[in-house]
């Protein structure tokens, strides 16, 4: 017996489903969270987008055409999906904690997503539980250090070494003054406050970077504790370059101790000191002498990449977008001495593009990413050969040449890896949507090992050509996301094996350790995907996981980091044997055991120390110990 008619009065419709409803094609009921979130035990991740629908009749749809279409005008007609999820998150004490749209949480999540989708497991509930900050440090006010004016001098050596590429804020000459007259007392504590609280925090900077036992942390800290309480005490009044640079050296430190939050508060007085003194306005800086014009410029490119890097790694919104700034951030000094930070800062101006032009969009067209990644692409062609790193070259035997030569690795590894990360973040939703198009082809047809393509009915030869095209360029732009992954990995796997990095690198973009992180859950994902070629991605994994097994000698956020790289390839792993079991089953009808080694050699990835994992074949393959989801695990620091 048919439904009775509803009359239309009758009629109710909410105005929008959440995306998980959207996703499943489930009932929403519009509640925040839905009933249907609720039952699946997901209402932490209930959330609606921005998108406003257009309901009432439907548009016809217009007869497809039958002439021959050109492929690069059907690929720039192609939309690509930009990876989505809610911006706030709970963290362990029950509190929110805002995510933003584009950092390498959202993209955990978006792998997680499509485990859950390609193992189809249901039962598993994402409970987005974020992290635990670090307990707070000792407030010990007494200036702590016994060291020597050599120890002094190695330490502000450090810091210039370790920030070479990343932070131009100031002349090495204007610290050597301020240490001899520190030295010998006749550093005039009140006329030179600004300086003072700059210098500790050098010094507190380079500290926490070489760090490697308790003593070497706590000197870090004294340090930092009397520079930044001068800095509150005697810099904020009237504010002034110092002012600019000890807040900017304080986010960075902050930065170092997982402090996500703190750092970019203290960014954004830094960002407001220097506003208010016109450094990013440049007929302002030509008013001052060349020499302090050219330390204005500099702060202002640092400013800006940092800036770029809560914004691209946080999702937080950047602060030095302003329409009435006139420094150009690709232009190129003319003195070697600032030509890293000024590369730099060139390649996140392409990051800086990509957040406004793509991750603030719900879609993006396709020739849009594949016009700016091809820029990209042209800008590291165009690197200079001085910042280049040859990975088979010997580091020289001298004390001083190898001290030199770390110094420049260091210098041209920030620099290569700011492009690498560019280009990482601007191919992102490419590898998503390749990924997602490998899982629907899978379900659709199982018993083919082919690459999901799209298909088409039609005979008609331009449309399948058009259709191949876009393929094919997704397909490429994708594996453009796991090479920029692979060479990160390896450039910083090379200055690990070489003794450049040290026990914690705050900066250096917190990089070594947060960049190693981003490139490794796109390596897992690539692996997950059988996207590029296994053995590069598992010797790739393999060598992201020394690094962060070196910094978590000093990190508890690099001991997490670890621990999720070694769950998120565990379950690649297993996956891949799995569906490789599955294909010789459909196509033999017998178990082919010996026959796994066809997915790739695994042997390296056996080879890691597995034995805190236990067996989750018949669950979500994430090896979570007691917890039933990533995000119930105990973070400590931030996911950057």
């Not at 004490?93 to 950092?103: E, I």
């Not at 800086?285 to 050219?294: L, V």
């Not at 977008?321 to 006139?326: A, E, F, V």
């Not at 020394?546 to 508890?556: E, R, V, Y």
Request: charged letters at 20%; aromatic letters at 8%.
């Amino acid at each position: 017996m048919p439904r009775p008619k509803v009359p239309e009065s009758a009629r109710r419709r909410i105005a929008k489903a959440c995306v998980q409803c959207q996703s499943t094609k489930q009932k929403c009921d519009g509640k925040s969270p839905c009933s249907s979130c609720l039952r699946r035990r997901q209402a932490e991740s209930c959330a609606y987008s921005d998108h406003v629908r257009s309901y009432g009749h439907r548009r016809r749809r217009e007869p497809k055409s039958t002439t021959n279409r050109n492929p690069n005008e059907a690929d720039g007609t192609i939309d690509i999906s930009v990876p989505k999820l809610p911006q706030s998150l709970y963290d362990t004490r029950g509190k929110v904690v805002y995510l933003g749209d584009c950092s390498a949480l959202s993209f955990l999540q978006n792998i997680q997503e499509l485990m859950e989708r390609e193992t189809h497991s249901s039962d598993t509930s994402i409970h987005t539980r974020e992290f635990e900050e670090l307990p707070p440090e000792p407030d010990d006010r007494s200036l702590s250090y016994a060291g020597n004016v050599h120890d002094l001098r190695n330490l502000i050596l450090t810091f210039f070494s370790v920030t070479s590429g990343v932070l131009d804020i100031i002349d090495p000459a204007d610290i050597e003054t301020t240490l001899v007259q520190w030295i010998d007392g006749s550093l005039d504590a009140h006329a030179h406050r600004g300086s003072e609280a700059v210098f500790y925090l050098i010094l507190a900077y380079a500290s926490q970077a070489q760090a490697s036992t308790t003593q070497d942390r706590r000197h870090a800290h004294s340090f930092y504790h009397h520079g930044r309480q001068i800095a509150l005490l005697h810099l904020t009044d009237d504010p002034s370059l110092e002012t600019v640079q000890a807040f900017m050296l304080i986010s960075l430190y902050m930065l170092g101790c997982s402090r996500r939050n703190g750092s970019f508060l203290n960014l954004g007085i830094a960002i407001s000191a220097a506003k208010a003194l016109g450094l990013h306005r440049s007929e302002t800086n030509r008013s001052f002498p060349e020499h302090e014009a050219r330390l204005r410029e500099r702060i202002w490119s640092t400013l800006r990449y940092h800036d770029l890097f809560f914004c691209a790694m946080m999702g937080r919104t950047s602060s030095t977008m302003t329409t009435d700034c006139t420094i150009s951030p690709t232009q190129l000094p003319n003195r070697g001495d600032t030509a890293p930070m000024q590369l730099s800062a060139h390649a996140f101006s392409f990051m800086e593009r990509t957040v406004n032009e793509i991750y603030t969009k719900r879609t993006v067209s396709m020739g849009v990413l594949k016009d700016l990644a091809h820029e990209l692409r042209e800008a590291i062609r165009t690197i200079p050969a001085m910042f280049t790193i040859t990975l088979t070259t010997s580091p020289p035997s001298g004390p001083i040449a190898a001290m030199y030569y770390k110094d420049i690795l260091l210098r041209n590894a920030n620099v290569l890896c700011s492009y690498h990360f560019s280009m990482m973040l601007l191919t992102r939703p490419f590898v998503v949507t390749r990924l997602r198009a490998h899982i629907a082809s899978d379900s659709t047809s199982p018993e083919t090992d082919a690459p999901a393509q799209p298909s088409n009915n039609n005979s008609d030869t331009g449309t399948d050509t058009g259709r191949g095209t876009v393929y094919d360029e997704l397909t490429t732009n994708a594996l453009s996301c796991i090479d920029a992954a692979i060479k990160t990995v390896r450039i910083l796997h090379y200055l690990l094996t070489t003794g450049a990095l040290l026990s914690n690198m705050p900066l250096t973009v917190d990089s070594p350790r947060a960049w190693t992180f981003v490139s490794s859950l796109t390596l897992c994902s690539a692996y997950f995907g059988q996207l590029g070629t296994a053995a590069c991605n598992e010797e790739a994994i393999a060598q992201a996981r020394q690094i962060l097994d070196h910094f978590a000698l000093s990190s508890p956020q690099a001991r997490r980091y670890s621990g999720i790289l070694a769950k998120l390839s565990d379950a690649a792993s297993r996956s891949r044997r799995e569906s490789f079991m599955e294909q010789q089953e459909q196509q033999d009808g017998h178990h082919h055991p010996s026959s796994a080694s066809a997915v790739g050699d695994l042997s390296m990835l056996d080879s890691w120390d597995m034995s805190n994992l236990v067996d989750v074949s018949d669950r979500f393959p994430l090896d979570l110990g007691g917890a039933e989801s990533i995000w119930d695990l105990n973070w400590v620091g931030s996911l950057m």
